[in-house]
């Protein structure tokens, strides 16, 4: 013992010079062992090894280790359990910051630990988060202070099976199909909502009566375009309606596109009796397609521009008899229209080229619906026959994962809300309706609802609403119900005038309903706060009702405009871009007038104008992608394209009487003696030119998080070098700590998804889905304990941090006429001081949001002669607003009313050598020093700004500072 603890590695020992990891050890120590086991004669042909599959016996252990965490008398979140031989009690788990407290020399990182954590409070998405994305990390971490009990990873090794991580129970593909238990739902990921009033968010005042022609007998409002509603007919005919206006935007009667490619037995249907009608319309998840399923053979697919632009796509003669559903799905990327059918057999075919990808049997009767869904990257599909047996298949054509049935035995839909809960709502033979809620994979229900009729003559059917509302038609009225209480909670009778089963179908965000009525109509209804919106144009804070790709609505900024209005009625519009004929405005972050003082701003063209300096760098740079300065305000980090890292430090001295960041004293690069090199993300599957960079820093300054499109990497700042790469496929396009506590971090991803990522117990705690394209921007707000993020599909999303449940949503607002099909719509954001506002950043606009009610209430727009937006962040204050643009110009606004104070000229900062199309891709604010910035040069340069030691702050710069300064009118910025 003495002769190890002398060694600086244990593997110096001859007898410990294989020993690399526990798991490892285990599994030389299990084959050893089974080696003196069989030696032994009093074994000898007595004794047979177990063969059970290894998944097998992991379910049996975690079911042990479950059973345990129910009798404990104090359950805890994380309990401790460290053997299955003698009872676990339940500790709180300490409230240290364990993962991030600082490390020194004397307090090393552990690099193995022993003990075992199993996580019960999130079994419930163990099967769709951890288990489906157990490759993110085999390890966990644990950094913190030594007394803290260690993590052991329980590993999947084939043949260590005493070697099991209880979040990773089994990976077979049947385990991916699970849905939580009752008791494995919490209130945590289902908080109560019975003290939010839910009846103002309901869609309940008759907006708007479409006349249709034929009765409507299915719906679908456009995933993007949130006023657009697709509607199919009992003759066949299909319509695309803007409901806003009432405007009819498409009509089209039922024709066969080619006869002569469909079926004989088709063909001699259609002849016998020429009658069609439309069972399904549906939607593509972007909405670029949609499909009609009729009730003789075939399916068509159209693709969908705008409403000038529908084309015929695909026509399928799909299934013998009628096309009971449709629905869209893409598995592996690849986008396809799942149908099923009077023949018992469901089918998936690829949009593209028609061809029939897979097909799923086994049903015994006709299949009435469909209920595709995914968890993680596995994606599986719920098909219900008229007898209300429901089957569960993967993409393999290998058959029924899952077989249950029903309530009622009849006809039954199923559809997940947004939070992943699964709900089902049918009618038996006899007349009887049924709404549910399921809970685990046995086919149990968790909740049945109550209030529906005994003696429907029809199918009753459902919608969902904002993981909030549950909504059916039933004796004639629209019935609601909270989602966390079975008894009824309002009806709605739009007016009067619908059927006994009325068709009910919300938008997106909830903030629409359709309802088929009778004479062949279709009422709109709006919400309260809904009906303004939707008749005012100019509002700028329009709810989901945007338009993605050709802007329904425009904010009302002329080109040389600089404020728009954020749709409050105590706020005014600047008039013809002159901001000296606006109306004074309150801004509802600082309350300060946005009446400019003067009229105009202050142009810096010449370094003598301000204090610069350009940070020291021995090396040749690659373009900045990402700049930040430490929360102790001495350091800036910055990570350059090539994925390499570069830390510039401040430190005390003769001539700086203070180790911040300043521009009067040059920092030095910083790289401590026992680095042998630079920090440099793994590039491993993805190209430089291409990746997305990200990193994220501990609020104590001492661990970076950083990806350049590989694995994201964990990097020690007190040691600058890697201690752990997180497995990350796919790829990382940003990342945020949760202030409360740094061992949760968000991740946005290359695939559109936000993992919820536990730091202290190696795995996934959950995925946010919502976005449709990559995650571009997280940012928490401490205060309201939500999570905003932002992605490439130009839309924004409200998180509660209280059980991850998508809170509000909506549409980017794009100030101008431009095609966003040639713009990058890439946002950041960023939670202003006061944690309720948060600035997004986007190429053509910057915006101030509410996050409250996520309004936009104040917006910037550089105008049509004006250079895209580079990027932009608040000062540490949030009184001021830095902003760069591609021409090479850097703003100061005043964050109240994006009045701006300044404008630095390229000609000021940039050295006369510097290459043509230099100009800042990042801006970071000093976090102690509102008057101090960075940017991050396409060069590889970095530049810290700071005003003229004359004016101290750049709201006191004068025409005459310096004198030498400019001043230039503000009616003509825009176009400078």
Known sequence: MTLLLTLNDIRDHESLSMYSDADSARKVMRVELKKLIEANPLFSDKLEFPNAASHRLRRLINQSLNWQHVLCAYP???????????????VPIPSDDHLFSTLSD??????????????????????????????????????????????????????????????????SELAILKRPSDEEISADSHPDQS???????????????????SSPTSMDFHPEHQTVLLVGTSVGDIGLWEVRSGESLLSRNFKVWDIAACSKIFKATLLKDPSVSVNRVAWSPEGCFF??????????????????????????????????????????????????????????????????????????????????????NVHFLSATSVNSNIKVCLYDNLGAKVDYDAPGLGCTSMAYSGDRRLFSCGTSKSGESFLAEWGDSEGSIKRTYLGLQKSSSGVV????????????????????????????????????????????????????????ANDNKIKILAKDSGLHSLHTSQNCSDDASRDLCHNFKKLGIEPSSTVACAGAADEAVTNNGNPENSEVVKSKITGKSTTSKSGRL?????????????????????????????NAGNSILALTSNASHLCWKWSQNDTHSSDKATAKVPPQLWQPSSSSGLMTNDLTGSSPEEAVPCFALSKNDSYLLSACGGRISLYSLLKFKTMLP??????????????????????????????????RSAKVDTILEGHSKRVSGLAFSNDLNVLVSSGADAQIFVWKVEGWGKERSRFLQIPDDRTLSSLSLDTD????????????????????????????????????????????????????????????????????????????????????????????????????????????????????????????????????????ASKIPAESEANQ
Not at 199 to 213: A, C, H, M, Y
Not at 306 to 329: M, W, Y
Not at 925 to 950: M, N, T, W, Y
Request: proline residues 6%.
């Open 106 to 171: 004397s307090n090393p990182v552990p690099s193995q630990t022993t003990s075992m954590l199993v996580s019960t409070s999130s079994a419930s998405n163990s099967t769709s988060s951890s288990e489906a994305h157990s490759s993110i990390s085999s390890e966990a971490l644990s950094l913190g202070d030594p007394t803290n009990i260690g993590i052991a990873t329980i590993t999947d090794g084939s043949e260590d099976i005493t070697s099991v991580h209880y979040s990773s129970i089994p990976e």
């Open 726 to 759: 997180i497995m990350q496929p796919p790829a990382a396009t940003c990342i945020a700590f949760y202030p409360q506590d740094n061992n949760i971090l968000a991740i946005g991803r290359d695939d559109s998804t936000i993992l919820i990522y536990n730091v």
């Open 195 to 213: 003290s939010i009033d839910i009846s103002d968010d309901l869609p309940k005042n008759v907006l708007r009566i479409l006349n249709e022609g």
């Open 76 to 90: 805890q979140p994380n309990p401790d359990i460290r053997t299955l031989f003698v009872d676990h009690v339940c």
């Open 602 to 630: 202050i142009l810096i063209t010449s370094p003598s104008q301000f204090q610069i300096l350009r940070l020291p760098s021995p090396m040749k740079a690659n373009k900045i992608s990402r700049l930040i300065y430490n």
């Open 461 to 516: 059917q459902f919608d969902i609403m904002k993981n909030q509302v549950l909504a059916a038609g039933d004796e004639h009225v629209i019935k609601l119900w909270d989602m966390d209480k079975v008894e009824l909670f309002t009806t709605i009778d739009a007016e009067g005038g619908l059927p006994e089963n009325p068709r009910v179908r919300f938008n997106k965000e909830g903030t629409l309903l359709a309802v088929s």
């Open 829 to 964: 954001i960023q939670f202003h001081q006061n944690q309720t506002e948060f600035l997004a950043v986007h190429e053509t606009c910057l915006s101030i949001y509410d996050a409250r009610k996520l309004e936009c209430v104040k917006q910037w727009s550089p105008g049509d002669f004006g250079a895209p937006i580079s990027h932009a962040t608040f000062s540490c204050d949030g009184q001021m607003v830095y902003a760069s643009f591609e021409d090479g110009l850097v703003s100061i606004f005043d964050a109240s009313d994006f009045q701006l104070y300044c404008r630095i000229n390229p000609t000021a900062y940039l050295s006369p050598t510097s290459s043509l199309g230099v100009y800042p891709l990042v801006v970071a604010a000093h976090p102690q020093e509102p008057d101090q910035f960075a940017v991050g040069l396409k060069d590889g340069a970095v530049i810290v700004f700071e005003p003229p030691i004359s004016a101290g702050k750049w709201s006191m710069l004068t025409a005459y500072e310096n004198g030498s």
């Open 291 to 376: 499909g009609v399923a009729y009730s003789k053979h075939i399916v068509q697919i159209y693709s969908y521009n705008d409403a000038k632009d529908v084309q015929q796509k695909l026509e399928i003669d799909a299934h013998v008899g009628g096309v009971n559903d449709l629905a869209f799905s893409a598995p592996e990327k690849q986008l396809l229209v799942i149908t099923c059918g009077d023949d018992k057999t469901v089918k998936a075919w690829d949009v593209t080229s028609g061809v029939k990808m897979y097909s799923f049997e086994g049903h015994d009767a006709p299949v009435y619906s469909l209920c595709p869904h995914s968890k993680g």
